[in-house]
């Protein structure tokens, strides 16, 4: 079984390698390489941002419904799991001009810049958008030291 950090360092590589080459076509050169499944590792589509105390994430899941998400926390990383149920199916006769919209199961896992407080991570879901708010592990919050004069 692989490492997680020989994956997270092919991840990483292949990163470098689409940044080197993201002039050719304007497209990513290696969008799956080391990932199974075309555009698994980059749906759903998240932010994340911080602030003194919290880490938050937004992940965009539209026509996902909420039952079908699950969110695990473990240290510093966000995994997030679910399902996309596909378009209808074409009536007899009917021909798709564009599909983009994919349909069935999804997995994303982010690292998080610090450590946070798995007991205290809260999520809402609303109008497609999953909100998660991830409160920073005591030891991830910046101390302010106090200086002393001699």
């Known amino acids: ?12 590589l292949r990163r470098e390698i689409d940044d080197a080459f993201r002039g ?13 499944g075309v555009g698994q590792r980059g749906y759903p589509l998240i ?17 996902v419904e909420a039952e079908g998400v699950e969110i695990t926390v473990q240290q510093n990383t966000l ?9 209808a199916d074409l009536p007899e006769g009917g021909v798709w001009h564009r599909r983009e919209r994919g349909g069935g199961k999804f997995l994303r896992t982010v690292e998080l810049p610090v450590d ?9 879901y609303r109008d497609g958008v999953l909100n998660v708010v991830l409160p920073k592990a005591a030891a991830a ?9 001699q």
Do not use: C, W
């Open 47 to 63: 932010n994340v941002r911080s602030d003194h105390d919290n880490l938050y994430v937004e992940a965009l899941l539209p026509g």
């Open 116 to 124: 946070v407080d798995t007991e205290k991570v809260k999520a809402e």
């Open 24 to 36: 050719f076509g304007g497209r990513r050169v290696f969008d799956s390489l080391f990932m199974p």
């Open 79 to 87: 995994t997030i799991t679910g399902e996309r149920k596909p378009v």
């Open 141 to 149: 919050r910046p101390t302010r030291v106090q200086i002393s004069a």
């Open 1 to 12: 079984m692989f490492s997680r950090d020989l994956i997270r360092e092919m991840e990483h």
